[in-house]
């Protein structure tokens, strides 16, 4: 167990729909990071926030957006939901930027129909 | 711009059988971290190892074993005598301690451990 978690497990949606995925960082770990894995695709890197702040930004769509709250939990929204959105949704923690090491959670499965 | 090269999509090996995994660098930065997480079955990502660009000394863990080579800017990863709990997603990421902070993961490599 990372100490990162990550609600819900599951999630199946409809196309055309929002959804709000929640992640809750390791007690101390000030920066979190999104990640989306495709079926079979590596992960790819969509957006980090530090101490509530936005720090780095990767292939995320305009669709999608994030926040980190002042208690440092983050939310991922995704709206407008396409098939091809279906994927594996990893927040990681760590204590502080870049070289610390990132703690994964247990990831957010999304299947959109 | 960096980038991690993970040249092996799928490896197949006996059990006992050891194995390497082959992770290829590219950063101009002098600083820079090194990563290794394991990905079984069940989804989740499960942090390995972590070294530094200026700690080039090998590393065991148990069956595990890293090798540093900044000469050929590569960190390899070795099981010995594998197990079928062995099986798994196998990922090499790289960061550097300056600029965008991001992680930048190789596309990863499939160990499947057959008994």
């Known amino acids: 167990d990372s100490g990162v978690t990550q609600t819900p497990k599951h999630l199946i949606t409809a196309t055309g729909q929002r959804v709000t995925l929640r992640c809750s960082p390791r007690?101390?770990?000030?920066?979190v990071y999104w990640y989306q894995q495709s079926l079979d695709q590596g992960l790819q890197f969509l957006i980090q926030?530090?101490?509530?702040?936005?720090?780095a930004k990767g292939n995320i769509l305009e669709r999608f957006s994030a926040q980190q709250f002042p208690d440092l939990h983050s939310e991922l929204n995704l709206s407008s939901l396409e098939l091809g959105d279906s994927a594996l949704y990893f927040c990681?923690?760590?204590?502080?930027?870049?070289?610390?090491?990132?703690?994964f959670g247990p990831g957010t499965r999304l299947t959109v129909l | 711009a960096q980038k991690v090269t993970q040249a092996q999509t799928e490896i197949s090996v006996v059990e006992k059988e050891d194995v390497t995994l082959d992770c290829v660098y590219e950063?101009?930065?002098?600083?820079?971290?090194l990563f290794w997480y394991k990905q079984p079955p069940s989804g989740e990502l499960v942090f390995l190892i972590r070294?530094?660009?200026?700690?080039?000394q090998n590393e065991i863990s148990g069956r595990y074993s890293w090798n540093f080579q900044k000469s050929t800017s590569s960190f390899n990863f070795t099981i010995t005598a594998s197990q079928v709990v062995d099986s798994a997603v196998y990922f090499c990421?790289?960061?550097?301690?300056?600029?965008?902070?991001?992680?930048?993961f190789g596309t990863g490599t499939r160990l499947k451990v057959l008994a």
């Open positions: 990681a923690s760590s204590v502080a930027e870049g070289r610390n090491t990132q703690y």
């Open positions: 926030y530090y101490n509530g702040e936005e720090r």
């Open positions: 990421a790289l960061t550097v301690a300056s600029g965008t902070y991001k992680y930048i």
């Open positions: 070294r530094n660009s200026f700690d080039e």
């Open positions: 950063t101009r930065d002098t600083t820079y971290y």
């Open positions: 007690s101390g770990d000030l920066s």
